[in-house]
Every structure is written in C-alpha cells, then in structure tokens.
C-alpha cells in the first residue's frame, strides 16, 4: 500500500505506543505536516471526538482550547497525550482562543445555547469556522447567524455529520446522483436509540438550552430529509411525549422536559412527504432510512444492539422492480475510521473541513442547510406543543423571518 495514497493520517499516530522509534527513522508511520491549525472551543464530549479526530486526520493540527470547565480542560489534556506527544495551549479567554495569529480555524463544540454567542466573537477574527449543530436553539438565532454568514469571507461549516456515514453518503449516491429511484416522492427515517448521555451541567436535560429534543438530536435526520427531498419543508406535524426517560430527573432544582418519542411528518414544496419516527428508550442503536421514488426505493439501515449474536451492523438496498437491476450492500469505513467517532462520520467531516480551508468545494452542511435543520426541528417542537399542524411560513413571520434563503 502507497502511504500517498492513504486519505489522511490513519496509520501515522504518534502516541506513546509509537515512541519507540525517533522521529527521522519513520516512514510509513512517519508524520505528515498539518496543512491547518485549528483551536478547540468547549472541551466537553463531542470537543473530545473533534480533538482525536482531528490529530488522527492530521489535516489539522489542534493548536489550543479554551473551556470555562477547569475539569474539561485537564481532561482534554490527558485525552490529548494519548494520541500525541505534541502539547497544546490553554487560552485564559475566548477572545485570546479566536484571535490567536497562529491558528486558521476555530472548532466552535460549546453546548447549544452559546452558539451564537461564541460565534459572534469567533466571527470578528475572520478565520475559517466549524460549528457544531445544531447551529442554534431559537430560530431568531440561527437567522441571524445565516444573516452573519452571508457576509462572512472565510469558511463557516456546520456539524451535520450524517451525511457522512457510510449508509447515508451511498444513499445520497443512489438517490441524488445515480438517480437509482427516479423522482423522489417519499421519505421516511427512524432512530431508535438509547436516552440522552450525560453532559457538563446536564444542559441537554432541558429544552430551554438544547432548544428540544427534535432540534437539538433531530436536526441530523431533518437535514438529511431536506437534503433528499431537495426541496423547502412548508409543513409540519408532529407528536411525542416525555414518556419514560428523566421523568423524575432533576439539576439545581429544575425538572427535565425533553421529548424522548415522537412521529413528525413534513410536507415540502415540491410535493415530497417525509416521515420521521423516534425513540430514544430503545435498548440499542438503530436508524434506518426509506427513500422511494417512482422507479425504485433506497433502503439503508445501522444497528448496534449490544447483544452476543452475529448480525449485519448496516445493510443498504437499492431495489427497482423492472426498472434496472438491484443490489443490496454492507457500507462501511476501515474499523479505525468508524471507531473514531459517529461510525466514520466525524473523520470525513474534519477532512471536508480542511478541504474547504484549502479551497476546495464539498458537500458538507452550509449555514443555509444548517437553518432549514433547525427550521423543521423548531416547527415540530412547536408542533408537539400546541397539537397544531405548523405552516412554515406563519412560523417564520411570527419570529420577525422573511424568507430569503
């Protein structure tokens, strides 16, 4: 195997267990020079995945972190050592982390209400910007944050990583570019999943700082529903209950509100109906997607179910009838990729994100998408709330929104 031809650093970890060889006497293990540097903001679970995957990647090099949690950052520190023996620098404020001279990128990984905080300082740097979805809680927030981009001149990418799983990126193959169904009419997803984990201050126990359960888990299959549909959603209707996870769960006197089931139906502009089915009290992992078309259907499925038994771990089906031949696969990333974070996801994220800092086009989540995720998770929540079927449009003006994407 060509070392040039391996996308990435995959096989070039220098962690303790590479130690045993100096530097000069490397070659296949040897060490490529990062192209970018980048700073970490927010040190919590997914800043750790983004940490490892970004030094594994070696596209970019993490330079810094800054996090208000002094237990974050000595975690981060320690988490950092295993997988390089470079060292980092922990920055005392947030404005020293974004405007540093030696970094290109900022990684913006804070829980969900400070996005657009952060992001307005992170902004005035003008340095190409990962932020983590869902881009905002509220929808005043993600419309500005879209207002902010329109004018912004560097990179400002947003973390809708699904796209990349193995699943969904040869689903988007099939549908959007080989056409494998003919015209999409139908869309369904489902995730059925264990609860919530635990956050710094359990902020994703409660509505008002993950923006919801259907925003803050969903807006991934939101996006992903848009992104098949290829169309605006201009319709939505959902229902759900907190019926069993965090019901008698409490932090510093509040209770927990999130939804931990729901079925949402959207309608799109087009024509294009999509279904969504969730619950997150499942003893496993589970997502499965169904696009038919009117000369075919695309199935793709994950599972991990914790259980001894043999079993395929993801399945895709592309079946056409008369139409052309069909064929059933097992996606799927080397094991290192997968184990890295989001079964693969995140890799071929930060390797988006280094593309688009060099210059290059990807299909990775604009701001535009990120809005429209956020568009749909809102609209169900809302939804949820009143029993009411919500018009996006009267959704949007009621928040002061013109449409203008």
Not at 89 to 113: Q, R, W
Not at 171 to 186: D, T
Not at 290 to 316: H, P, Q, Y
Request: glycine share 6%.
């Amino acid at each position: 195997m060509s070392r040039e031809k391996i996308d990435g650093q995959l096989f070039s970890y220098t962690g303790p267990a590479f130690h045993y060889i100096n530097e000069e006497e490397r070659h296949f293990f040897a060490k490529e020079p990062a192209q970018f540097r980048v700073n970490l903001i927010g040190c919590g679970m997914i800043g750790m995945e983004h940490m490892r995957v970004a030094t594994r990647v070696g596209r970019s090099a993490i330079h810094g972190v800054f996090d208000l949690n002094e237990r974050s950052v000595k975690v981060a520190k320690e988490e950092f050592a295993k997988i390089t023996d470079e060292d980092f620098k922990v920055y005392d404020s947030l404005e020293a982390a974004c405007n540093d001279p030696e970094v290109d990128g900022i990684l913006i990984c804070t829980p969900n209400f400070t996005h657009l905080d952060v992001l307005k300082v992170a902004i005035k740097s003008g340095k190409h910007i990962f932020m983590e979805k869902p881009m905002a809680t509220k929808l005043e927030d993600a419309y500005e944050i879209t207002k902010m981009a329109k004018e912004y001149g560097a990179v400002l990418q947003i973390g809708l990583q699904y796209r990349y799983k193995s699943i969904y990126s040869e689903a988007i193959h099939e549908v959007l570019e080989r056409k494998a169904v003919g015209e999409v009419k139908m869309i369904n997803i489902m995730e059925h999943r264990i609860p919530f984990l635990d956050k710094v201050n359990q902020w994703n126990k409660f509505s008002k700082f993950s923006g919801g359960t259907l925003v803050e888990k969903c807006c991934h299959y939101f996006d992903l529903m848009n992104l098949f549909a290829q169309s605006r959603p201009v319709r939505v209707y959902a229902n759900g209950s907190q019926s069993t996870n965090f019901r008698d769960f409490e932090f510093k006197g509040e209770k927990s509100d999130i939804l931990d089931s729901a079925f949402v139906t959207v309608e799109y502009e087009n024509g294009v109906r999509a279904g969504f089915n969730l619950c997150m009290f499942a003893p496993m992992f589970h997502e499965e997607l169904l696009v038919c078309g009117d000369e075919g259907r695309v199935k793709a499925a994950e599972i991990e179910d914790f259980s001894e038994n043999a079993r395929l771990r993801t399945e895709m089906e592309v079946f056409c009838g008369q139409n052309r031949p069909s064929k059933t696969s097992q996606p799927s990333y080397p094991k290192l990729i997968e184990a890295s974070g989001h079964n693969g996801a995140t890799w071929f994220e930060h390797i988006a994100f280094a593309d688009q800092m060099a210059g290059k086009k990807t299909n990775s989540a604009t701001v535009e998408e990120g809005f429209w995720s956020v568009v749909v998770g809102c609209a169900a929540e809302e939804s949820v709330k009143t029993g009411k079927i919500i018009e996006v449009a009267e959704l949007l003006k009621s928040k002061g929104i013109d449409l203008f994407c």
